[in-house]
């Protein structure tokens, strides 16, 4: 999660699509870091 934070901090999802991009790059699902992503908003 504290890389999913630190990406978000700086914006990276702000960018069409790299949502998909980053599941790839950190090996895990699409869901889970919308599941992160969701979190951090609570």
Do not use: C, H, P
Not at 3 to 15: D, K, S, T
Not at 16 to 42: D, H, N, Q
């Amino acid at each position: 999660m504290d890389v999913i934070r630190q990406l978000n901090e700086n914006g990276v999802f702000l960018l069409k699509g790299i949502v998909s991009t980053a599941s790839k790059e950190l090996s895990t699902s699409e869901a889970s870091i919308y599941r992160y992503l969701e979190k951090m908003l609570y």
